[in-house]
């Protein structure tokens, strides 16, 4: 199959008209800026909507509207703008609406810079809106994963009738990588039959979020923690790299996932057995793939863009049964692998069986 | 025997909620008569508020979606352009559309998104117990007002038709109100022509409606159209601001 040399946010936009997403609402932004723009010049082409919201906040609540009728529908931003959408991702997820929504996170907290960055972690994973809600969280670590990663949003979303969000980093979204641009895959979803497009032949529909009767609303969300546990026990995805003899591992998401592989590489040069788990979904939290190493490695290594957050989910996830450490770079810098292996050796001590 | 008057098919059997003398009633049934004339009730789809019209969706036989405080009018434009050949409108108290509201308010007029939208304007935000809306008037008492408005402080009252008016994409704008009966069928003219501008895909259409707040004005339903006659209806600007030539014509 043919490659294309583009970027990772055109990888996304690129996926999106491929997975039949039919209209996108967006707000310039930067770095996730390259997702309208190609959209605006392809999307009209592929016969959909491309409309410039006034603000995110208009954006995601007009992602809300053509969710409602049905259609494939999608938004991106980067993380001030994503702090805008959090009232209507909390309205989607409490009308079960299924939108694809992508975060490239720049710097923060406030403005920040443009630069890659993890620090929308805990406000992606643990909420973000108010109330008691999840959204998918997948997090590509290149380009190709830019493109399939989107393709399966969509399904993801339609599966679960629940907003999926793509986090990627500025890194990511800039960064030109060859892309194969595969077709969208066959996928068994639900039929739509709660859409609201008119109620001729047919009883009315209405898709709302409110409970004001404190027993309606306790109902309404157990059902929707039913829903999450199911996505908690179906939807964990992960990678792991070098993993099956490991005394060590990284724990690492996104880009800083794929600095670690280098790191992995140069370790077991230096007979440090290293691996790298790398979470896919950062929510569902891939709890199982920590579960074997409960007790069974000497120590991991979180690495993140920010002051950490995802390691709080890694010795959750390890139920604190071995040291877990952290290095991480803040503010749009990027760790270097020589920087992660020393951290590495000096956080847990380990003694050097050779130089390099 | 011959039934002359009954229950218009653009409304359900579901009681209204609204305190008594609440005009949100009369607005509801108006717009169910408009949806029912036009025969557009099968492809219409609604957009409610928070606030006191927040359980319209139940009262309407349309579909219906219940937006976030302000955000009826973004809503509805992603309805619209998904499903352009369908009839979208908004139903949005003056504190959504002209207070957490006002950049969608500005921008569908602006875009001249093909939506209609109506704005119930009671001058408080009902719901919440009669606070200070953008609409209220000046001197007017409301909880977050106790002194009555002072324009030197806050600002003198929004007149939203006007400022939407403004704007190209708005080609159908007008000012009602239903205190009277012939204010009444003004009222649903208007209706129906922000309806018709929209089937006709000219641009944006909206309907401004003054309405009561017996409740949280502290008045019998009777004198609550009392003082909107002597107090908001001097305030406003009334009448059709902005009537296209095709609507004229119908």
């Given at each position: 199959m043919k490659k294309k040399l583009i970027k990772?946010?055109?990888?996304?936009?690129?996926?999106?008209?491929?997975?039949?997403?039919?209209?996108?609402?967006?707000?310039?932004?930067?770095?996730?800026?390259?997702?309208?723009?190609?959209?605006?010049?392809?999307?009209?082409?592929?016969?959909?909507?491309?409309?410039?919201?006034?603000?995110?906040?208009?954006?995601?609540?007009?992602?809300?509207?053509?969710?409602?009728?049905?259609?494939?529908?999608?938004?991106?931003?980067?993380?001030?703008?994503?702090?805008?959408?959090?009232?209507?991702?909390?309205?989607?997820?409490?009308?079960?609406?299924?939108?694809?929504?992508?975060?490239?996170?720049?710097?923060?907290?406030g403005l920040g810079g443009l630069g890659p960055c993890q620090s929308d972690y805990f406000q992606c994973t643990k909420g973000g809106g108010h109330g008691d809600y999840r959204l998918l969280v997948l997090a590509p670590s290149k380009g190709q994963e830019?493109?399939?990663?989107?393709?399966?949003?969509?399904?993801?979303?339609?599966?679960?009738?629940?907003?999926?969000?793509?986090?990627?980093?500025?890194?990511l979204g800039q960064m030109m990588e060859p892309i194969v641009l595969k077709d969208r895959p066959d996928a068994e979803l639900p039929v739509k039959d709660w859409v609201t497009?008119?109620?001729?032949?047919?009883?009315?529909?209405?898709?709302?979020?409110?409970?004001?009767?404190?027993?309606?609303?306790?109902?309404?969300?157990?059902?929707?923690?039913?829903?999450?546990?199911?996505?908690?026990?179906?939807?964990?995805?992960?990678?792991?790299?070098?993993?099956?003899?490991?005394?060590?591992?990284?724990?690492?998401?996104?880009?800083?996932?794929?600095?670690?592989?280098?790191?992995?590489?140069?370790?077991?040069?230096?007979?440090?057995?290293?691996?790298?788990v790398r979470p896919i979904t950062l929510w569902p939290f891939p709890e199982k793939a920590f579960a074997p190493y409960r007790g069974k490695v000497k120590g991991v290594l979180t690495v993140e863009l920010n002051t950490g957050q995802m390691i709080e989910d890694v010795r959750?996830?390890?139920?604190?049964?071995?040291?877990?450490?952290?290095?991480?770079r803040l503010g749009g810098m990027l760790p270097h692998e020589d920087e992660v292996l020393a951290a590495l050796i000096q956080q847990f001590n380990i003694?050097?069986?050779r130089e390099v | 025997m011959e039934k002359i008057f009954g229950k218009t098919k653009g409304l359900t059997d579901v009681p209204f909620h609204?305190?008594?003398?609440?005009?949100?009633?009369?607005?509801?049934?108006?717009?169910?008569?408009?949806?029912?004339?036009?025969?557009?009730?099968?492809?219409?789809?609604?957009?409610?508020?928070?606030?006191?019209?927040?359980?319209?969706?139940d009262f309407f036989s349309c579909d219906f979606v219940g937006a976030a405080h302000g955000r009826a009018q973004a809503v509805g434009t992603g309805i619209k352009r998904a499903q352009p050949d369908k009839l979208v409108f908004t139903y949005q108290g003056d504190g959504d559309i002209a207070a957490i509201g006002t950049a969608h308010a500005i921008h569908v007029?602006?875009?001249?998104?093909?939506?209609?939208?109506?704005?119930?304007?009671?001058?408080?935000?009902?719901?919440?117990?009669?606070?200070?809306?953008?609409?209220?008037?000046?001197?007017?008492?409301?909880?977050?007002?106790?002194?009555?408005?002072?324009?030197?402080l806050v600002g003198a009252p929004v007149d939203l038709p006007k400022t939407i008016a403004t704007l190209n994409g708005a080609v159908y704008v007008a000012a009602v109100a239903v205190d009277s009966p012939k204010n009444i069928m003004q009222a649903k003219k208007a209706l129906k022509r922000a309806f018709q501008v929209q089937q006709l895909g000219l641009g944006f259409a909206f309907v401004s409606i003054l309405s009561t707040c017996p409740t949280n004005w502290g008045l019998s339903p009777v004198d609550s159209l009392a003082w909107l006659r002597e107090n908001m209806l001097p305030v406003y600007q009334m009448g059709e601001l902005k009537v296209p030539e095709e609507v004229k014509r119908l």
């Open positions: 990772g946010n055109e990888a996304i936009a690129e996926a999106a008209i491929k997975a039949g997403c039919k209209l996108f609402f967006g707000y310039p932004i930067t770095p996730s800026t390259e997702i309208v723009e190609y959209l605006s010049k392809h999307l009209p082409k592929a016969g959909g909507t491309l409309l410039q919201g006034e603000d995110e906040i208009a954006s995601i609540n007009m992602c809300y509207g053509a969710a409602c009728t049905g259609a494939r529908v999608m938004t991106a931003s980067s993380s001030p703008g994503y702090s805008l959408k959090q009232e209507g991702l909390s309205y989607l997820a409490a009308a079960e609406l299924p939108v694809v929504v992508v975060n490239i996170n720049r710097t923060g907290p830019m493109y399939d990663y989107t393709l399966a949003a969509f399904d993801l979303a339609d599966k679960y009738r629940n907003p999926v969000l793509i986090l990627a980093d500025g890194f497009d008119g109620c001729l032949g047919r009883a009315k529909r209405k898709i709302a979020s409110y409970s004001l009767t404190n027993e309606i609303g306790e109902q309404n969300n157990l059902y929707w923690e039913g829903k999450y546990q199911a996505i908690r026990e179906q939807e964990q995805r992960w990678e792991e790299f070098r993993t099956d003899d490991a005394d060590y591992l990284i724990a690492a998401y996104g880009t800083c996932a794929r600095i670690a592989k280098t790191v992995v590489l140069q370790a077991r040069a230096r007979g440090i057995k290293l691996g790298l959750l996830a390890l139920e604190c049964s071995v040291p877990v450490s952290l290095h991480r003694p050097l069986d | 609204y305190c008594p003398g609440c005009t949100h009633g009369i607005i509801h049934r108006l717009i169910g008569e408009v949806m029912e004339e036009l025969d557009i009730i099968g492809k219409t789809i609604g957009v409610a508020p928070v606030g006191c019209a927040g359980f319209s969706l007029a602006a875009r001249g998104e093909k939506i209609t939208s109506i704005m119930v304007n009671n001058a408080v935000f009902g719901m919440t117990g009669g606070q200070m809306a953008p609409t209220t008037l000046a001197g007017q008492i409301t909880t977050t007002s106790p002194y009555g408005r002072d324009p030197g």
